[in-house]
């Protein structure tokens, strides 16, 4: 259900949880890319890039601004996004030439 029809906790709710849900797949999307990432890249200092890292928060930012979402607060999640991106690449790195 739509957010703007919900009428009660219970229907807001629900479509919270559906949001996570789709959330947390997309999540899984984009750290299968990190993985590919790892695995690509042959020097570990590749792994934080921070001219992409500034592109890819100021894509979300934009993006964000044209669905009417707070672009500081899509600011603020995306510095937490990509570090935990740049942290987990950076630990398959590793394992992976373990
Ligand atoms: O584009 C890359 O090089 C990535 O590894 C992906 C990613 C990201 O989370 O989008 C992660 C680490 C880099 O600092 C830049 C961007």
Redesign the pocket.
């Known amino acids: 259900m739509e957010p703007e029809l919900c009428r009660t906790m219970k229907e807001v709710r629900l479509g919270v949880d559906a949001a996570d849900a789709a959330l947390i797949a997309l999540l899984a999307r984009r750290f299968g890319y990190?993985r590919a990432?790892a695995r690509i890249k042959q020097d570990r200092d590749a792994?934080?890039?921070e001219d992409?890292?500034q592109a890819?928060t100021d894509a979300a930012v934009e993006a964000a601004r044209v669905q009417g979402v707070p672009a500081d607060l899509v600011a603020r999640l995306w510095e937490d996004l990509?570090e935990t991106?740049?942290a987990y690449?950076d630990r398959e790195w590793a394992r992976i030439r373990g």
Do not use: L, N, T
């Open positions: 990190m990432a792994v934080r890039d992409r890292k890819v990509v991106s740049i690449e």
